[in-house]
């Protein structure tokens, strides 16, 4: 292994040789957390104000500080800022920029805050942005769902159970099935934006911090709710990025059903729907093939979501309080399962509203397999017969109807009329598929006050 001399590490004092140039690598993170930029500004412009106004700061010291954070803050989004991995982190390198360009002021920023408690901030207030985005997203795709629920409230296709023909629905009533879904998703984000929007600062290392500092005004500058409650707590879990990863892998699971089921409608033997070309592709040797790439990548990048959750998992496990460096590896698993999450909301909403039904393969399938015979159950219930004997009846029937390849509303009443003296003309009103649609419940979305 060997050395690396050219270095400016901000905490090298205690040091008597230069970090070893693998080991500078390994513990780097500035590589992905630089994504962190603009929060950790935001961070470190809170924090010096709140210096000034607990007089640990001049007044001229945090305006220089402020205007140096700022240009900063501005040649990173210019892609004009020289990334430094030999300083290790997103932190280190704006602390070390800002020095440069402000002088010995700069080197004051850091007073009573520790990474740790910084590190913490950063990634809170980044998730709770995300999760605004995130909750922004969901609301986009219901209101896609509901438009084709609207569209096709009276699109009759089988219900399964089993993947078996149960009974008719409408393709408007299973598009809610979806809706609602999504909105116990968004409960779960909004109650998780509740634990995130806290704030860590002033916990510094682990202790707290030996100055005068106002906790509560730090969490006011960053729009936090109040100041969290425990220092050792603060600094070290990140329960609440596991929140999101859960809330993240339910959300995914449901998204997999759906594009299971979609995957499904547009195979030749459903031919149920149709997505449109631009969100397919073909392959380069079948020149027939229309291929539902997007819902199978949805349905594949679950796993990826589902693992960074038992990730955070297993990252949290067993650590003691308080900070430990482990945290650093929260970051790459949180990022990726946001990603992921936020293009999978975007592709489904944009997508949605462009499948076409094929109404008649679906009315079709759903004359098949005898879905009205639990219509024709309680229409026997109705005129008197046990619901356990009006089963028996149905089934012979049913078994009939097979015998002659023949649906239930395709017998004759006389035929009906064998299986028992019950049944009458009016049998026929229950063993359309329309008839059957007729008497199920619709329920239309509670509104919901997303404020
Ligand atoms: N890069 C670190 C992280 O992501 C920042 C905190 C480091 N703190 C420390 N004492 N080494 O967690």
Same mark, same amino acid.
């Given at each position: 292994?060997?050395?690396?001399?050219?270095?400016?590490?901000?905490?090298?004092?205690?040091?008597?040789?230069?970090?070893?140039?693998? *080991?500078?690598? $390994?513990?780097a993170?500035?590589?992905?957390?630089r994504?962190l930029?603009?929060?950790?500004?935001d @961070?470190?412009?809170?924090?010096?104000?709140?210096l000034?106004? %607990? @007089?640990i700061?001049?007044?001229?010291? *945090?305006?220089?500080?402020?205007?140096?954070?700022?240009?900063?803050?501005?040649?990173?989004?210019?892609?004009?800022?020289?990334?430094?991995v030999?300083?290790?982190?997103?932190?280190?390198?704006?602390?070390?920029?800002?020095?440069?360009?402000?002088?010995?002021?700069?080197?004051?920023?850091?007073?009573?805050?520790?990474?740790?408690?910084?590190? %913490?901030?950063?990634?809170?207030? &980044?998730?709770?942005?995300?999760?605004?985005?995130?909750?922004?997203?969901?609301t986009?795709?219901?209101?896609?769902?509901?438009?084709?629920?609207?569209?096709?409230a009276?699109?009759?296709?089988?219900g $399964?159970?089993?993947?078996?023909?149960?009974?008719?629905?409408?393709?408007?009533?299973?598009?809610?099935a979806?809706?609602?879904?999504?909105?116990?998703? &968004?409960?779960?984000?909004?109650?998780c934006?509740?634990?995130?929007?806290?704030?860590?600062? @002033?916990?510094?290392?682990? %202790?707290?911090?030996? &100055?005068?500092?106002?906790r509560?005004f730090?969490?006011?500058?960053?729009?936090f709710?109040?100041?969290?409650?425990?220092?050792?707590?603060s600094?070290?879990?990140?329960?609440?990025?596991? !929140?999101?990863?859960?809330?993240?892998?339910?959300?995914?699971?449901?998204?997999?059903?759906?594009?299971?089921?979609?995957?499904?409608?547009?195979?030749?033997?459903?031919? $149920?729907?149709?997505l449109?070309?631009?969100?397919?592709?073909?392959?380069?040797?079948?020149?027939?093939?229309?291929?539902?790439?997007?819902? !199978?990548?949805?349905?594949?990048?679950?796993?990826?979501?589902?693992?960074?959750l038992?990730?955070?998992?297993?990252?949290?496990?067993?650590?003691?309080? %308080?900070?430990?460096?482990?945290?650093? !590896?929260?970051?790459?698993?949180? $990022?990726?399962?946001?990603?992921?999450?936020?293009?999978?909301?975007?592709?489904?909403?944009e997508?949605?509203?462009a499948?076409?039904?094929?109404?008649?393969?679906? &009315?079709?399938?759903?004359?098949?397999?005898?879905?009205?015979?639990?219509?024709?159950?309680?229409?026997?219930?109705?005129?008197?017969?046990?619901?356990?004997?009006?089963?028996?009846?149905?089934?012979?029937? *049913?078994?009939?109807?097979?015998?002659?390849k023949?649906?239930?509303?395709?017998?004759?009443?006389?035929?009906?009329?064998?299986?028992?003296?019950l049944?009458?003309?009016?049998?026929?009103?229950?063993?359309?598929?329309?008839?059957?649609?007729?008497?199920?419940?619709?329920?239309?979305?509670?509104?919901?006050d997303?404020?």
């Amino acid at each position: 292994m060997s050395n690396n001399k050219d270095q400016n590490k901000l905490w090298g004092g205690r040091f008597t040789e230069a970090t070893d140039a693998f *080991v500078q690598r $390994f513990t780097a993170s500035v590589d992905f957390d630089r994504r962190l930029f603009q929060q950790d500004i935001d @961070g470190s412009a809170a924090h010096a104000k709140m210096l000034a106004k %607990a @007089g640990i700061l001049t007044a001229d010291e *945090v305006s220089q500080i402020l205007d140096g954070l700022e240009s900063i803050r501005q040649d990173i989004i210019d892609d004009n800022f020289e990334w430094s991995v030999a300083l290790e982190d997103v932190h280190m390198n704006i602390e070390a920029a800002l020095t440069s360009r402000i002088g010995d002021v700069g080197k004051k920023l850091h007073t009573g805050r520790s990474r740790n408690d910084q590190v %913490a901030t950063d990634i809170r207030l &980044y998730v709770r942005g995300e999760i605004d985005l995130i909750a922004q997203l969901i609301t986009k795709l219901q209101s896609a769902l509901l438009g084709v629920a609207e569209r096709e409230a009276s699109t009759i296709m089988p219900g $399964f159970t089993h993947l078996q023909t149960a009974q008719p629905v409408s393709f408007g009533h299973h598009m809610m099935a979806w809706y609602e879904m999504l909105d116990r998703d &968004y409960d779960r984000l909004l109650d998780c934006r509740k634990r995130v929007n806290l704030s860590p600062l @002033g916990a510094a290392a682990l %202790a707290g911090t030996t &100055y005068p500092i106002d906790r509560n005004f730090t969490a006011e500058q960053l729009g936090f709710d109040a100041p969290t409650k425990n220092s050792l707590d603060s600094v070290s879990d990140r329960d609440f990025a596991i !929140e999101l990863a859960s809330f993240a892998s339910i959300l995914m699971m449901h998204l997999s059903r759906c594009s299971e089921e979609l995957v499904l409608w547009t195979s030749a033997q459903f031919n $149920f729907i149709d997505l449109p070309d631009r969100f397919c592709t073909g392959s380069s040797i079948m020149p027939q093939k229309k291929n539902p790439d997007v819902p !199978e990548l949805v349905r594949g990048k679950t796993g990826r979501v589902h693992g960074h959750l038992v990730s955070l998992l297993t990252l949290m496990k067993s650590q003691p309080l %308080a900070y430990n460096k482990d945290n650093q !590896e929260d970051k790459e698993p949180l $990022f990726d399962l946001i990603d992921t999450v936020k293009d999978c909301l975007f592709a489904y909403s944009e997508m949605m509203p462009a499948v076409s039904c094929n109404k008649d393969e679906m &009315y079709a399938a759903a004359k098949q397999g005898y879905a009205t015979a639990t219509d024709l159950a309680d229409y026997l219930v109705k005129k008197g017969m046990a619901f356990r004997d009006a089963h028996e009846v149905v089934g012979k029937s *049913v078994a009939f109807g097979i015998q002659q390849k023949r649906d239930l509303a395709d017998l004759s009443l006389a035929e009906l009329q064998n299986f028992s003296g019950l049944i009458t003309e009016d049998v026929f009103e229950v063993l359309t598929l329309e008839g059957s649609i007729g008497c199920l419940l619709y329920t239309s979305p509670s509104p919901r006050d997303r404020g």
